[in-house]
């Protein structure tokens, strides 16, 4: 079946940037929506920010709003998180998700059809 696989994550001092990255493999591939969560350790898993996968609309947390952009390629079945200005409290396993419904619902739930392996961020001060 389809599969998330998240690159990208590593050591960053605060204020600089990353960019995150996720494939999904498979023949066919064609969620509704792909999100990013993170999660820090002892706190519950967070949206950050989705994608509608067709439009390429997107919707991201107050929290990263300016600092995070969420993008996909839909030809590589890729999508994409780019992290800028970052700061220690963004420090966390950033996942994955895909889902069948839209990004509110993504947002809300924290239940999406399918998660990635996670890849780790780390923002020193």
């Known amino acids: 079946q389809v599969q998330l696989v998240e690159s990208g994550g590593g050591l960053v001092q605060a204020g600089g940037s990353l960019r995150l990255s996720c494939a999904a493999s498979g023949r066919t591939f064609s969620p509704y929506s792909m999100g990013w969560f993170r999660q820090a350790p002892g706190k519950e898993r967070e949206f950050v920010a989705g994608?509608?996968?067709?439009?390429?609309?997107?919707y991201v947390v107050d929290s990263v709003k300016g600092r995070f952009t969420v993008s996909r390629d839909r030809a590589k079945n890729m999508v994409y998180l780019q992290m800028n200005s970052l700061k220690p409290e963004d420090t966390a396993v950033y996942y994955c998700?895909?889902?069948?419904?839209?990004?509110?619902?993504?947002?809300?739930?924290?239940?999406?059809?399918?998660w990635g392996q996670g890849t780790q961020v780390t923002v020193s001060s």
């Open positions: 994608i509608t996968w067709s439009t390429a609309g997107t």
């Open positions: 998700a895909a889902g069948g419904s839209t990004i509110g619902i993504m947002m809300r739930s924290g239940n999406p059809d399918l």
